[in-house]
């Protein structure tokens, strides 16, 4: 099943939902790989098989297959920084702040897609964890590659919508 016939299953009471997720397919803002890379990230951030399949399902014929192991990549590798950072940015004790983090993360330097565009997805799952100090950080490199605000808020707009969608799902 795909993405956009997976939200048409949601109940009456999650209406809007179903409404959101036709709006923001039909966006024009961000590009395919932009779009559908921050929908796949974004699934997997959300941890619903039935949904990750959806998403991946209708993401194949939109993005290469470098553009959805980023996208995999920028959800697996926010899962633990987002951990890690929140935790340092949140504990009273400024030592954290200073210390190094000793964790690989090879992928954000080398995502094998443009970086801005994996940035993107990794502002995107950071929204749905609730890192402030990863969100940060990545919109500042978003600004620096020219990214606008508009942008954005249409990805983490995405996160909104499809982690909603998760969550809607998931009580069913």
């Given at each position: 099943?795909?993405?956009?016939?997976?939200?048409?299953?949601?109940?009456?009471?999650?209406?809007?939902?179903?409404?959101?997720?036709?709006?923001?397919?039909?966006?024009?803002?961000?590009?395919?790989?932009?779009?559908?890379?921050?929908?796949?990230?974004v699934?997997?951030?959300?941890?619903?098989?039935?949904?990750?399949?959806?998403?991946?399902?209708e993401?194949?014929?939109?993005?290469t297959?470098?553009?959805?192991?980023?996208?995999?990549?920028?959800?697996?590798?926010?899962?633990?920084?987002?951990?890690?950072?929140?935790?340092?940015?949140?504990?009273?004790?400024?030592?954290?702040?200073?210390?190094?983090?000793?964790?690989?993360?090879?992928?954000?330097?080398?995502?094998?897609?443009?970086?801005?565009?994996?940035?993107?997805?990794?502002?995107?799952?950071?929204?749905?964890?609730?890192?402030?100090?990863?969100?940060?950080?990545?919109?500042?490199?978003?600004?620096?590659?020219?990214?606008?605000?508009?942008?954005?808020?249409?990805?983490?707009?995405?996160?909104?919508?499809?982690?909603?969608?998760?969550?809607?799902?998931?009580?069913?």
């Open positions: 099943m795909m993405f956009s016939e997976l939200a048409k299953t949601l109940p009456d009471y999650a209406k809007d939902l179903r409404l959101n997720v036709s709006s923001l397919l039909a966006e024009q803002l961000l590009t395919d790989q932009q779009k559908w890379g921050t929908i796949v990230a699934a997997h951030a959300c941890a619903h098989k039935p949904l990750i399949e959806a998403a991946e399902a993401a194949a014929t939109k993005l297959a470098e553009a959805m192991t980023a996208a995999k990549a920028a959800a697996s590798i926010m899962a633990m920084n987002n951990i890690y950072y929140r935790f340092t940015y949140m504990a009273s004790r400024p030592d954290y702040k200073t210390m190094p983090a000793k964790l690989r993360m090879n992928v954000i330097g080398a995502p094998g897609i443009e970086k801005a565009d994996f940035e993107l997805f990794s502002l995107a799952v950071s929204a749905i964890n609730g890192c402030g100090m990863c969100i940060d950080a990545h919109d500042k490199v978003l600004a620096q590659h020219g990214v606008g605000t508009d942008k954005i808020q249409a990805a983490v707009r995405i996160a909104a919508v499809v982690h909603a969608v998760a969550r809607t799902l998931q009580a069913l």
